[in-house]
């Protein structure tokens, strides 16, 4: 399928402030792509523009290989939307919302009942079908509003925070929702200022600060691009100042091995450049030593860690 | 997907449920009994008690048919408007207004089932009543036609009404403070009061009351032809279905008025379901408008002008009413065909981006020049009509355009010169000055020169700035009525205010200007 949400200069304007400027950006079929930053960052901003509600200063955006501006109608029927704040109809039954938004998505009137009763199951809120919305918690309007979203059966997901007011349990719920959608091939794009939710499911991310992509890709991409290693931690069984000078020594001298560091609890840090096989010779190089290694752990950056060293980086 | 299929229409669907559900539909039901009950027994008591005087001989039913008529307008004017305007602001403030704008469903659908759905509790009501109606008819041997005509031309105005409440509703933003909504209100208020006090037609087929009209004429065959309210001896109740002369049919005269300008404000609705930011009416609708309602008023007038049979009666008067139309219409185009700030910035960046040198004249964030020229070129074209029909010489028809131009050029620049510069975020200072210019300073001058005879000629200075004064002076040249000599020396006094006018216009031109190249050069 290609290239399923496609920006090319895309800006956005408030008085006074410059929200968005000039992203360029594609997300293929598939792929779950995470954009990231800080508060005010302009992730709301972006993805308002993309679903079509807030009228870029200018820019191109295509999705699933329509212009947004040219045929509407064909953009918009291929995309969900979630927004950051839950916007609901407070005296319509919850049965009722989920209708009128699956009719707003010209779904013929026979089959929308079956299709409500489906994903408010899939988001356990059946015993809810009569309630009305405004008996219902921040989090279960949140949860309607997947349901509301994927109804349709969009094959592009925009999502603002969708993770913001839920409980861990209902966030388990959503990730695994996700991931089935992703699963079946739908794309999606997913905003969030906390990466934890999104580090284990997305496959490229791009981080966004004061407007701008900073970086984007997938994450093996990114990793390259900011020459990000891999970590290794050394535990002893019984760390004997004696013990630990020669494991430090011994990776200090390794040309793999950078930034060495000894913590309180006589750990030993490093980052590692090398590949799996350098990781190996080392490990039976020390195990030879008798130095009564206990724990050897080699791992990459995850996204979060990413995240943190370009703030690290736009800070100093 | 068809417009009408309105049980697929999300909109509909969503206020129809709201609005009926079966606590709500068995209340309105049991009270529109009670309602009716009370109608008849009172019409029917009336008859059999006497209790009528001796020259009413109208039956009960005839008197029930029209007291459910009346029932019907409150229900479908009063309530369906309150109801279009609830449901319509509750998009903006629940936000779900956004959900729509990234729906597929076409715009047409949405305006049509938000104006609908909202109001349908209304509309199933006026059927019932309706039905009351012609049930009666049909056993006391009414005309059953002239009942459903009824029905058409009253729910033909509450669907007008229903468009523009429904277009306030939508376009009251819940986070911005509300006195841009209130200005408009006052503003239709008095616009309305200037109208509905005089004798045009158009003005009259705005309203509801030819339906009432013709329901009278019917039931009550001896008010045939005298008009609602009556109208008495001369023929105004003919000239009220009369358009340059020529006399319409009640129903096709009533959709030439209504028709467009509920279309207008449909249209209104469907610029806020595609972008909340933009004005409530493009810079084309504007002058469109502004067109259609000068054709209607000059159709109007010709005809008061040429066939009132009543002598006493002086339709120049109105001639006013236009010239506070034109002034209308230039205030209210100017606040909404001038861009904003950022609106501008944002046009010079696109057009920028896109290689041109600037966007189409039309265009939301386009400056309001050329709209403003388009505009004066509209109102001086109106204007020789009326020179033309009061045989004004020459040199009175310059003045008398150059005083209302002048007022129009100023505000129009002035608009974009406070929106493009550094206080454009500051709005109070705009309403100030234009207070002080407008009405401070002249009221302040007709302190100072309260009680005198001629005023001294210098004083006119105090007056020119405000367009009340523009209008009343570009109204007595074009009458020729220079008898009115207010000042000591008049040739001066109309120099002096010449001078003033268009030195404030070409300053707003200029400063305008300035502020449009300096963004320009920002980038
Ligand atoms: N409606 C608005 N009017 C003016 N400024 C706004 C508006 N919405 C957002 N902003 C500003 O735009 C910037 C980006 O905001 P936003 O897109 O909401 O960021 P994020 O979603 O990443 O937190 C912020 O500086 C914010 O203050
Ligand atoms: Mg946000």
């Excluded at chain 1, 870029?56 to 045929?71: F, M, V």
């Excluded at chain 1, 388990?172 to 997913?190: H, N, P, S, V, Y």
């Excluded at chain 2, 205030?331 to 696109?350: D, F, M, N």
């Amino acid at each position: 399928m290609g290239t399923m949400i496609s920006l090319k200069s895309l800006r956005v304007d408030y008085e006074d402030v410059n929200a968005v400027k000039d992203i360029d950006l594609e997300i293929s079929a598939g792929q779950i792509y995470g954009l990231v930053g800080p508060n005010g960052a302009g992730k709301t901003s972006a993805i308002k523009a993309i679903a079509g509600i807030l009228e870029p200063t200018y820019g191109e955006i295509k999705i699933a290989g329509h212009d947004l501006e040219l045929e509407p109608r064909e953009a918009l029927r291929k995309l969900g939307y979630m927004p950051d704040f839950p916007p609901v109809y407070e005296n319509l039954k919850v049965w009722e919302y989920l209708d009128v938004f699956a009719a707003a998505y010209l779904i013929p009137g026979a089959q929308r009942a079956g299709k409500v009763k489906h994903w408010l199951k899939k988001v356990s809120l059946s015993e809810k079908h009569d309630a009305l919305i405004k008996d219902l918690s921040r989090g279960m309007r949140q949860r309607l509003i997947l349901a509301k979203t994927l109804l349709p059966d969009p094959q592009v997901l925009i999502l603002d925070e969708p993770a913001s007011g839920l409980d861990p349990l209902a966030r388990k719920q959503m990730r695994d929702i996700l991931k089935e959608a992703a699963a079946e091939g739908k794309t999606i794009l997913i905003s969030s200022h906390i990466l934890t939710e999104l580090s284990e499911f997305c496959n490229a991310v791009g981080i966004m600060e004061k407007g701008e992509l900073r970086v984007s890709g997938s994450i093996e991409e990114i990793r390259v691009r900011l020459g990000s290693h891999k970590r290794l931690t050394v535990r002893l069984a019984s760390p004997t100042p004696a013990n630990v000078d020669k494991v430090y020594h011994f990776l200090g001298n390794s040309k793999h091995c950078a930034s060495m560091a000894k913590t309180e609890k006589q750990e030993i840090n490093c980052l590692f450049t090398g590949s799996k096989e350098d990781a190996a010779w080392i490990l039976t190089q020390l195990t030879l030593q008798e130095t009564s290694i206990y724990d050897f752990t080699c791992v990459e950056d995850d996204v979060e860690d990413i995240f943190l060293k370009i703030g690290a980086k736009e800070v100093s | 997907m068809n417009l009408f299929d309105l049980k697929n229409n999300p909109n509909f669907l969503q206020c129809w449920r709201e609005r009926n559900r079966p606590a709500t539909v068995g209340s309105a039901v049991t009270l529109l009994i009670i309602i009716e009950a009370m109608i008849f027994t009172n019409a029917y008591f009336d008859d059999r008690l006497g209790l009528k005087s001796a020259q009413d001989v109208t039956p009960w039913f005839v008197d029930s048919i029209s007291a459910l008529a009346i029932l019907q307008g409150i229900v479908l004017l009063f309530f369906g408007s309150v109801s279009a305007y609830r449901l319509s602001s509750r998009e903006r403030t629940n936000r779900t207004i956004d959900f729509h704008r990234s729906s597929p469903t076409p715009r047409t659908h949405q305006i049509l089932g938000l104006v609908l759905g909202s109001t349908s509790l209304e509309w199933w009501i006026s059927l019932l009543i309706l039905t009351v109606q012609l049930i009666l008819a049909l056993l006391n041997n009414l005309p059953v036609i002239a009942i459903l005509q009824f029905y058409i031309q009253l729910a033909l105005c509450a669907a007008l009404y229903h468009a523009l409440f429904a277009l306030m509703g939508i376009s009251r933003d819940p986070l911005k403070n509300k006195a841009g909504a209130l200005i408009l209100f006052v503003g239709i208020y008095f616009l309305a009061h200037i109208l509905v006090a005089n004798k045009l037609s158009f003005v009259y087929q705005c309203t509801w009351l030819p339906a009432y009209e013709q329901l009278d004429s019917v039931l009550k065959p001896e008010n045939a032809g005298r008009g609602w309210p009556h109208y008495g001896q001369n023929n105004q109740a003919e000239l009220n279905y009369t358009l340059f002369g020529a006399v319409l049919p009640a129903l096709p005269f009533q959709m030439l008025v209504q028709i467009p300008f509920m279309a207008l404000f449909l249209a209104g609705i469907g610029r806020r379901f595609t972008n909340v930011e933009q004005p409530v009416l493009s810079k084309s609708q504007l002058l469109t408008s502004a067109f259609y309602t000068f054709t209607l008023f000059t159709g109007s007038y010709v005809s008061l002008h040429f066939f009132s049979d009543d002598k006493h009666f002086r339709p120049e008067g109105y001639i006013v009413s236009l010239l506070i139309l034109m002034m209308f219409f230039a205030i209210i185009g100017a606040l909404l065909a001038t861009p904003s700030h950022i609106g501008y910035q944002r046009g010079l960046r696109r057009a920028r981006k896109l290689g041109l040198g600037h966007l189409n004249w039309a265009h939301n964030s386009s400056s309001n020049a050329v709209w403003g020229g388009l505009f004066c070129l509209l109102c001086a074209t109106v204007l020789a009509i009326y020179f033309h029909l009061f045989s004004t010489s020459p040199g009175n028809a310059v003045l008398a355009s150059l005083i209302l131009l002048g007022h129009i050029v100023f505000f129009v620049s002035f608009v974009e010169y406070f929106n493009l510069s550094a206080m454009h975020s500051k709005k109070p200072i705009l309403f100030t000055v234009i207070v002080i210019l407008w009405f401070l300073i002249p009221l302040f001058g007709t302190i100072i020169s309260a009680g005198a005879g001629k005023m001294p000629t210098a004083l006119v200075a105090l007056f020119a700035p405000s367009p009340i004064f523009g209008v009343i002076e570009t109204f007595l040249y074009l009458m020729e009525q220079k008898s009115r000599e207010k000042f000591q020396n008049q040739h001066v006094a109309v120099s002096i205010t010449l001078i003033i006018i268009w030195s404030m216009a070409v300053s707003a031109v200029l400063l305008a200007t300035y502020e449009r190249r300096r963004l320009k050069s920002l980038g």
